[in-house]
């Protein structure tokens, strides 16, 4: 279970022409809650907040100001109980390049305190259904983009976490690849997961998605299941919502 | 306590896995010390040798012969050269000569009547070689002197003792045991320091601010693990680098001494060595090596946390190593341990007390002190550290 409460967030910084201090408001009042057994997508255009908000429902940055809750737990209060509930992924993470993908998820098994049986078998599952488990023995510095979010992947779901929390998960994957992971957040979801995921590939959320939110400038636009969200704004696909509301947000600032 | 151990069993896992760090770390400092201590060893030995066993070329002028039965006498370390061409001072700077002796010509004969003749001798002051050879000459001409001062007292029926009213004794107060003490006291907080710190440096680097840079940070961030565990682990990574460098490296020296002293000179030395370098003082430097070690691990921990990167980080970190060697040298001076203030002064009072140990004048209060002082500002460190990598600067403003 994730909730957000009217959360905010802005960060300060210079500009260096002007020489003064720039706020940039990344969430301005966010409220959205996913359910276990939900897939939840958030689009939106570059820095409109997406990785923000994920980074805080990850427990990896505080809010200014709202709450957010994850598994029952206030993300600020008990940072290291919601992060033991939940498996993130983001595109800014790399894997160590030292060790082969068994040696990195035994590590990471320990770290959040799996059974090391547990977590070898999990492991070595989650390399085989990524396609990778011919990899598993392999020193991870040579390994292609695509390979190392694999593993990323796979360290991010090693713990069974209740919740899953994707930013851009199928960046640099290819489309064979990018459909196993949108099976394996299927699974997820069916297994009774709570998933939100941030992507720019609109028909992937079409494809898997519950309820989408569109952010635009920090703010939260049409929390609703795709299909409603495609009558309600008589569109045909969500890139046309997508336009629509770019429009729109433009006009009303 | 558990997640600190398992990050710190990360980062030596990740230390195993090349190769190449391993050797420089374990099996370098092996081979460095005895290859740099015996080329010192041989160099000076071969220096020696060569100017010990070549005789010293003279030119002697001695028209009455007073001296050159002398000279004759003793080939191994003379040899009388033909008059030089040209200026005999040129053919001296020139090394044809190491020595030019110009004896008076009335020599015999003011010998004969009890007076006195001169000797003027020319050398190269600039020239060790040529030192030596005025050496060989002083050393070759006192016996002589003396037995010629013997003689003119027996003519005058006096004693021997008349032109003898002293002899000078020296004893040594210090034994060698005290005397290898004091020095080693000197030297080892210096050596320990630097081992230590630039044991630390790199490795402290390439786990902050490195994770940083390889972006990998954050999904260590992103575990169960607190913070502080991740600091702690992190720290007792470094701070075990900075004490295994420093042991390696001392425990190479140590081996390759030996080598240096040459054989049966070093058993002297060894076995005083040996005296100071008892269970209690050893213990007392370890213990006392640990807060410095926690008190360096810290520094560069700081440092390398607050940085973007590793250039930001190895900018920040490496002059550190001239702020430890400017330490060790203050320490290292004679008379600073009597001035009283310094013991509480952080990390100079450790260097102190570790002096001190090895001297045999070790204080207790001082001791205690220096370790009391320099673990409290480790442990503040280990706390703005941790503070540090709980801004989420640490993580997302790269
Ligand atoms: N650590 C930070 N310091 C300063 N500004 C930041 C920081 N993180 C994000 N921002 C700013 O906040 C805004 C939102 O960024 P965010 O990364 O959330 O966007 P996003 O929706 O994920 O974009 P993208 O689709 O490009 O990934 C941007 O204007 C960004 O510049
Ligand atoms: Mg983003």
């Known amino acids: 279970m994730i909730r957000l409460d009217e959360v905010h967030k802005s960060f300060t910084v210079k500009d260096r022409k002007t020489r003064k201090p720039k706020r940039i408001d990344a969430v301005r009042g966010i409220t959205l809650q996913v359910k276990p057994g939900e897939i939840y997508g958030l689009l939106g255009p570059n820095g409109a907040g997406k990785s923000t908000t994920l980074r805080m429902i990850a427990s990896l940055m505080d809010p200014d100001a709202g709450r957010i809750e994850v598994c029952g737990l206030d993300t600020r209060e008990k940072p290291e109980a919601v992060r033991a509930c939940l498996g993130y992924l983001s595109t800014d993470m790399n894997v160590y390049g030292r060790f082969t993908p068994r040696e990195l998820l035994r590590i990471f098994g320990e770290f959040q305190s799996v059974d090391p049986v547990v977590a070898e078998r999990r492991g070595l599952h989650l390399l085989e259904k990524l396609d990778l488990a011919d990899f598993a023995d392999v020193k991870m510095e040579g390994f292609s983009s695509g390979q190392k979010q694999k593993v990323s992947i796979a360290r991010a779901l090693l713990h069974d976490p209740k919740v899953v929390i994707f930013d851009e998960p199928t960046t640099g994957l290819d489309v064979l690849t990018a459909k196993t992971v949108l099976d394996l957040l299927r699974i997820m979801r069916d297994e009774g997961r709570t998933v939100i995921v941030s992507t720019h590939v609109m028909p992937m959320v079409e494809e898997i998605c519950d309820r989408v939110g569109i952010i635009f400038d920090g703010k939260l636009h049409g929390d609703a299941p795709p299909r409603d969200l495609l009558r309600s704004r008589n569109a045909r696909s969500l890139d046309e919502v997508f336009f629509q509301l770019a429009a729109e947000t433009e006009g009303g600032n | ?398």
């Open chain 2, 1 to 398: 306590m558990r997640g600190a151990l398992l990050i710190a069993k990360k980062e030596f896992l990740e230390l195993s896995k090349d190769r190449k760090t391993l050797f420089f770390v374990f099996v370098l400092p092996f081979l460095l010390y005895p290859a740099i201590f015996g080329m010192v060893a041989k160099m000076g030995k071969r220096d020696a040798d060569q100017n010990r066993n070549k005789a010293s070329r003279v030119y002697l002028v001695d028209p009455s012969g007073a001296l050159t039965g002398l000279l004759k006498a003793d080939p191994k370390h003379f040899e009388l050269m033909p008059r030089p061409e040209g200026d005999v001072k040129q053919a001296i700077r020139d090394q044809k000569l190491e020595l030019a002796v110009e004896v008076a010509p009335d020599a015999a004969e003011a010998l004969q009547k009890q007076q006195t003749f001169t000797i003027t001798a020319t050398q190269d002051e600039s020239e060790h070689t040529s030192e030596l050879a005025l050496k060989r000459f002083r050393e070759a001409l006192r016996p002589q002197e003396k037995a010629w001062i013997q003689n003119r007292l027996q003519v005058l029926n006096a004693s021997p003792q008349l032109a003898e009213p002293v002899k000078l004794e020296v004893k040594n107060a210090a034994d060698t045991a005290l005397e290898v003490g004091k020095a080693m006291g000197r030297m080892l907080p210096y050596l320990l320091m630097i081992m230590m710190y630039s044991g630390s440096m790199q490795h402290g680097i390439y786990t902050t601010a490195g994770e940083k840079e390889r972006h990998t940070l954050l999904s260590l961030m992103a575990t169960r693990l607190p913070r502080n565990q991740i600091i702690l682990g992190k720290l007792l990574y470094i701070f075990s680098m900075g004490v295994i460098a420093a042991l390696l490296n001392l425990l190479s020296m140590a081996l390759s001494i030996p080598s240096i002293a040459g054989g049966s000179g070093s058993q002297g030395a060894l076995g005083a060595v040996a005296a100071i370098a008892n269970p209690v003082t050893l213990g007392l430097t370890f213990l006392i090596m640990v807060p410095l070690g926690l008190f360096f691990a810290n520094f560069i921990l700081l440092l390398g946390v607050q940085a973007k990167n590793t250039i930001e980080a190895g900018s920040a970190i490496t002059p550190g190593i001239f702020l430890v060697i400017f330490l060790g040298v203050f320490t290292m001076m004679p008379g600073v341990e009597k001035m009283s203030f310094l013991s509480y002064v952080p990390v100079v009072n450790v260097c102190l007390a570790l002096r001190k140990l090895f001297s045999q004048q070790s204080n207790w209060l001082e001791y205690w002190v220096a370790f009391a002082m320099t673990v409290g500002l480790a442990g503040l460190m280990t706390f703005i550290s941790t503070r540090l990598l709980n801004r989420e600067k640490a993580l997302f403003n790269a």
